[in-house]
Structures are given as C-alpha cells and as structure tokens.
C-alpha cells in the first residue's frame, strides 16, 4: 500500500476540524498582535477583541460591515484602502507595512501591519486577513540589530531636522549600503523612503490642523524646498499638499 501524500494528510486533517475557528482563537492569546479581516469591498469581517475596543466598539458585530472610514479619520482610511486594493489586485501579500494606527490612548501612532489575500475554494481572491502590531511592541522582532533601532529612534526624534542617510549611518555606525539593507529588511523600504514617509505623515496633520503655508511645511518638516515637499508628497500619497489640504481640511 503507498503511503498517502503529505498534502492528503494535511487535507484530511483539516477537514475534521470543527467549529470555533480555532486560528482566530489563537490571536486572542498572542500579546499585542491584533487579528482582523476584510472582504473586497474593504468592509470589516472579523476582529479580534483587542481592535474592536480599541475602535470604541463592545463586541465583535459592532465592527462587522463598517469601513476604516467609520473609525479613522478620512486620510488615513483611504490609505489602509489603497493597500487594500493591492492586495486584491496582485494577490500578494503586505509584509511590515509600516502606517498610522490607534495606540493604546486612542492616539495616532506607528504601526506595523501585515495583509494577505484570502481565497475561496476556487482560488478566487474573496478577501484578506492581516495582523497590525504597535511598532514599540514587535520592535525586538522587527528590528534584530540595535543600529537599526537607534536609526529609527533617531528619525521618530528628529525627523524635522535636515538629517541625511549619511547622518544616520553615521549615527547607527553602519555605512549607508548597510543601513539601507537592514531598513528594506526590516520595513521593505529604505531609510531615506522611511525618513520620507515619516516626514509626510506629520506634514499631513499639519496641512489639515494649522494655518501655515505650504511652504512653511516644507521648512518645518526637513524638506529642502516647496517643490521637493510637493513631489515626495504627492509620490507617497496621490495628491499634491495643496489637494490634500482642499479634500480632507475640516
């Protein structure tokens, strides 16, 4: 008699499995990583118990059917949408996406997210299910070497300043090919796209909460001149600052 194949014994397996949805038990017992998933319309599905109160919410079907749009403000939930869309377009996953999410205080902060495209049994894409994690809590986990941690320690710190990737391989003791590597290793873009990304997202709160000019954030915010401040937004958001400010301002 041959012996059955690993995939049959996998397959057998699972279909004996019953309910309760053993998996997403699973993450109510992993210390600060949150479990969620979406359908295609971006609409929430299922959530672990640590992401529907920290929306505000008392039980699960409270978030069940409603959008990023109903809980985060309008520009940040048209960014987890946008990497929504991603996923459904390409199928692959987002891995260590690093993004704006509500701490513990329900105050904005770093996050890291991961998204994968859930299929039916067709293959069809139907969905995805992601992690989000507050980037001081798998900081261990994401970041095994302590020039990288002290790179990002330092742009959280000083991003305002005209700080280089020289300074901050200098900072970090590593050369800028080596501080680079372990930044796409770690977050899957460069320290200059990091220091970037971190740049336009303070930007961001101040286009939509003060009155300073475009121009006044692009000094404020460590960007050499309007000009570079419009590209790299725009790059990193769709929309130049002027838009951004004329969509989203209160």
């Given at each position: 008699m041959a012996p059955e194949k690993?995939?049959?014994?996998?397959?057998?397996?699972?279909?004996?499995?019953?309910?309760?949805?053993?998996?997403r038990?699973?993450?109510?017992?992993?210390?600060?990583?949150?479990?969620?998933?979406?359908?295609?319309?971006?609409?929430?599905?299922?959530?672990?118990?640590?992401?529907y109160k920290r929306l505000g919410c008392?039980?699960?079907?409270?978030?069940?059917?409603?959008?990023?749009?109903?809980?985060?403000?309008?520009?940040?939930?048209?960014?987890f949408v946008r990497d929504d869309q991603k996923v459904f377009a390409t199928g692959k996953p987002l891995l260590n996406r690093v993004e704006i999410w509500y701490n513990e205080q329900r105050m904005l902060d770093w996050f890291v997210t991961n998204k994968l495209p859930l299929k039916d049994e067709s293959g069809n894409i139907i969905g995805l299910m992601g992690t989000v994690r507050s980037y001081?809590?798998?900081?261990?986990?994401?970041?095994?070497?302590s020039q990288i941690s002290a790179a990002v320690e330092f742009i959280?710190?000083?991003?305002?300043?005209?700080?280089?990737?020289?300074?901050?391989?200098?900072?970090?003791?590593?050369?800028?090919?080596?501080?680079n590597r372990k930044f796409n290793d770690a977050f899957g873009m460069s320290a200059q796209d990091f220091l970037t990304k971190t740049r336009i997202q303070t930007a961001s709160d101040a286009l939509l909460n003060t009155a300073l000019s475009i121009a006044e954030i692009a000094q404020k915010?460590?960007?050499?001149?309007?000009?570079?401040?419009?590209?790299?937004?725009r790059k990193h958001t769709g929309v130049t600052p002027l838009k951004f400010r004329k969509r989203y301002a209160p």
């Open positions: 690993p995939e049959s014994i996998q397959r057998n397996f699972l279909a004996r499995i019953g309910p309760g949805e053993p998996v038990e699973l993450f109510e017992h992993l210390p600060g990583v949150f479990f969620f998933a979406k359908d295609q319309n971006s609409r929430m599905m299922c959530a672990s118990s640590t992401i008392n039980e699960e079907l409270d978030v069940v059917g409603r959008q990023d749009s109903d809980f985060f403000p309008k520009q940040i939930a048209d960014n001081e809590g798998s900081r261990k986990l994401l970041l095994p070497f959280r710190t000083h991003h305002r300043e005209r700080i280089s990737v020289t300074d901050l391989a200098h900072h970090s003791g590593l050369s800028p090919r080596q501080l915010f460590g960007f050499c001149d309007q000009s570079a401040f419009t590209q790299a937004f």
